[in-house]
């Protein structure tokens, strides 16, 4: 039978419990945390689960590119000095952060919430993509190119970048994007590769990943 701790209140336990569910906290850990919470003054923990709270119930996905914003349009979108026309595709909110440290990008992006990969039940129908091509659609087309809502925008996008992980779902995922928006006539390029297959665009250093998308090329299907 496992050991299983004790412990002298079932308020501390419900807690450990609570801080274990993160990913990559263990008990030990968790307890730790717990117990370094309780010697905090009030004030500072109350401010700590507030800031919890309103993460989880009042945060919002950007209704142009799926970013995690406090209002419904992300200030990326909402920025008049960035590049409308160049839109960065990539797998997570993370990996936009990547890429904005690297202060070698200045247009907009597209968040997938996640890749095509069916060995997890992901298919394209789980992710953004619907959302781009419409997106795209919308910015080729004679009625969307002068949108009140679409600051920056002179034109059709100049440029759709994949900038996806280098793995065999990542470049799976870029082909079939670039098969529902090929029809548009955009211009779809992917990511230079000083990255090495299979890296993540979130363990790239801002170096290697701001020349990668400085030196980006044409992707070939």
Same mark, same amino acid.
């Given at each position: ?17 609570? %801080? #274990?569910?993160?990913? &990559? =906290? !263990? ?7 717990? $117990? ?79 890749? %095509? #990969?069916?060995?997890? &039940? =992901? !298919? ?7 959302? $781009? ?79 990668? %998308? ?8």
């Amino acid at each position: 039978m496992a050991y299983k701790e004790k412990y002298p209140s079932k308020l501390l336990e419900d807690a450990v419990d609570a %801080i #274990s569910s993160l990913p &990559g =906290v !263990g008990r030990r850990s968790a307890l730790r945390l717990a $117990l370094h919470l309780l010697k905090q003054p009030q004030e500072n923990v109350h401010h700590f689960t507030e800031a919890i709270a309103c993460l989880r119930d009042d945060v919002k996905y950007c209704s142009k590119c799926m970013m995690i914003s406090d209002d419904e349009i992300c200030q990326i979108c909402s920025d008049r000095s960035r590049d409308h026309r160049t839109i960065c595709v990539v797998e997570s909110v993370r990996d936009v952060m990547s890429i904005e440290n690297t202060g070698q990008y200045h247009g907009v992006y597209h968040v997938l919430g996640g890749i %095509i #990969s069916p060995i997890n &039940g =992901v !298919g394209p129908s789980d992710l953004t993509i619907r959302e $781009l091509v419409a997106r795209v659609a919308d910015l080729v087309s004679p009625e969307g190119l002068f949108e009140a809502d679409a600051p920056g925008i002179d034109g059709a996008p100049a440029e759709v970048i994949l900038a996806l992980s280098g793995d065999v779902e990542g470049e799976t995922t870029s082909f079939y994007i670039y098969r529902q928006i090929s029809q548009y006539g955009v211009k779809v390029s992917s990511l230079a590769r000083g990255l090495g297959f299979g890296d993540n665009l979130e363990y790239a250093d801002e170096l290697t990943l701001g020349r990668s %998308i400085v030196n980006r090329q044409i992707f070939k299907p």
